[in-house]
T-cell receptor, first 112, second 117 residues
């Protein structure tokens, strides 16, 4: 079993839709949770970071963490074609040598 | 955030040759840099942690004699793929660890696509 599971998609939605991206994890030691966006043939860029259970909002993006269920989500409101990318969840824990464990990434396509 | 560059962005080489990839932190000093490898439609897999002035720490299953890492300064780390083979063809990405961050924030370079013929 992988430490972090993420549905690879692809996920196709119409412009303006609400997108829900999810990851589950098995290591209860994970404390910090991140979402990265990666465009084709580019390096990942950090979108959201959270460390506690609950919701964190930044513009059209909301990150949600449920530590009891070992489940994290990223919601994108009013999705745009420019949101088309691969979204990777990542997580780590303090004292873990700053190493990130990534999910496989979900490929998202927002269509006009 | 931090600006990280990689050079080259794309390289093709013959089997058996060595290829050097550079990772530079352009706007701040990075004590720690990380090297990842990403195969098509797969996630990033950490290869090694590069610390300035000391030997790199390799993840299990990564051959340290094949993937040579040098972190000679606080702004530059290099990854050399020695005696490259077609199975080494991949997307290599570096990241830098932001000093002073309250959590493990990393900023990634744009990646280097290696194709071994």
């Amino acid at each position: 079993q992988k430490e972090v599971e993420q549905d690879p998609g692809p996920l196709s939605v119409p412009e303006g839709a609400i997108v829900s991206l999810n990851c589950t994890y098995s290591n209860s030691a994970f404390q910090y949770f991140m979402w990265y966006r990666q465009y084709s043939r580019k390096g990942p860029e950090l979108l959201m970071y959270t460390y506690s259970s609950g919701n964190k909002e930044d513009g059209r993006f909301t990150a949600q963490v449920d530590k009891s269920s070992k489940y994290i989500s990223l919601f994108i409101r009013d999705s745009q074609p420019s949101d088309s990318a691969t979204y990777l969840c990542a997580m780590t824990f303090r004292g873990g040598g700053n190493k990130l464990t990534f999910g496989t990434g979900t490929q998202l396509k927002v269509e006009l | 955030g931090a600006v990280v560059s990689q050079h080259p962005s794309w390289v093709i080489c013959k089997s058996g040759t060595s290829v050097k990839i550079e990772c530079r932190s352009l706007d701040f000093q990075a004590t720690t840099m990380f090297w990842y490898r990403q195969f098509p439609k797969q996630s990033l897999m950490l290869m090694a942690t590069s610390n300035e002035g000391s030997k790199a720490t390799y993840e299990q299953g990564v051959e340290k004699d094949k993937f040579l890492i040098n972190h000679a300064s606080l702004t530059l780390s290099t990854l050399t793929v020695t005696s490259a083979h077609p199975e080494d063809s991949s997307f290599y990405i570096c990241s830098v660890d932001l000093l002073g961050s309250s959590y493990n924030e990393q900023f990634f370079g744009p990646g280097t696509r290696l194709t071994v013929l």
